[in-house]
């Protein structure tokens, strides 16, 4: 059964409104998650991690390069079957330089076909691009 887009928005307005603890409840434990290029490690966050928790320990010391979290606005929803399609605009400052961040995301979701227990479909694969250059810059000025 199709993944409904009303259901995906509630899941990328957490993402807005930076509440990762309960986007993580709606990710699975062994999700697939790929960052910008999972064969050229060009920044920290480069690579193709198996579950939640080996991404949150290469993603956790990386918050420390922003002075408050990133507040990222949705540029554009596209939900298609068990896929959704995300751009999105992300901005911060600097933790060190003082420097405005802006860069632009595109994550693409894959969610369960159906649920199990009774639950709402988790999210089991991640595609995450960004621009690796300015992100690479960026944590070098900050870290």
């Known amino acids: 059964m199709p993944v409904k887009e009303s259901y995906v928005q509630e899941l990328i307005q957490l993402q807005l409104n930076g509440d990762w603890p309960t986007l993580m409840t709606y990710i699975r434990d062994d999700v697939e998650w790929m960052v910008i290029n999972p064969l050229v490690k060009s920044t920290p966050l480069s690579g193709l991690f198996h ?46 330089d003082k420097k405005e961040f802006v860069g632009f995301w595109l994550f693409i979701y894959e969610l369960e076909e159906e649920a199990h227990d009774g ?11 960004l621009d690796s250059a300015l992100i690479k810059e960026f944590i070098e000025n900050n870290l």
């Open 119 to 129: 639950e709402k479909p988790k999210i089991k694969g991640i595609k995450e691009y």
């Open 51 to 96: 579950g939640k928790e080996e991404y949150a320990k290469t993603l956790t010391p990386l918050f420390s390069t922003f002075e408050d979290r990133i507040k990222f606005n949705l540029e554009r929803l596209t939900v298609v079957n068990d896929l959704a399609i995300v751009e999105m605009k992300g901005q911060a400052v600097g933790a060190k």
